[in-house]
């Protein structure tokens, strides 16, 4: 069993930067690939990116590359997300996320509660 917990969300007017952590405990984190999804109101949830056990390989959705950077440190069983200019829309409740497998389509089977972002123009 894994334990997720994000932290660092909060409001953040349009153009501004706010960097996402999730912190993994129980059976070791580190060992899994993990990755952040988003969910808006009245939207479905969506992919936001991944990255590998190692750290060395991450995916991000289409329209997130060059805005967002996905990362981790496992001596400290923590990942990153750094989100730069931010718009409205990215206004979502991000949720942490690990597991054996993480696609874009079938997120992994360990989830955190989730942290509010919200940008305002």
């Known amino acids: 069993q894994v334990q997720l917990v994000e932290s660092g969300g909060g409001s953040v007017q349009a153009g501004g930067s706010l960097r996402l952590s999730c912190a993994a405990s129980?059976?070791?984190?580190?060992?899994?690939?993990m990755g952040w999804f988003r969910q808006a109101p009245r939207k479905e949830r969506e992919f936001v990116a991944d990255?590998?056990?190692?750290?060395?390989?991450?995916h991000y959705a289409e329209s997130l590359k060059g805005r967002f950077t996905i990362s981790r440190d496992n001596t400290k069983n923590t990942m990153y997300l750094q989100m730069n200019k931010l718009t409205p829309e990215d206004t979502a409740v991000y949720y942490c996320?690990?597991?054996?497998?993480?696609?874009?389509?079938?997120?992994?089977?360990?989830w955190g509660q989730g942290t509010q972002v919200t940008v305002s123009s």
């Open positions: 996320n690990a597991g054996n497998a993480i696609t874009p389509w079938t997120p992994g089977q360990y």
């Open positions: 129980g059976r070791t984190g580190s060992y899994y690939p």
């Open positions: 990255i590998s056990s190692s750290g060395q390989i991450s």
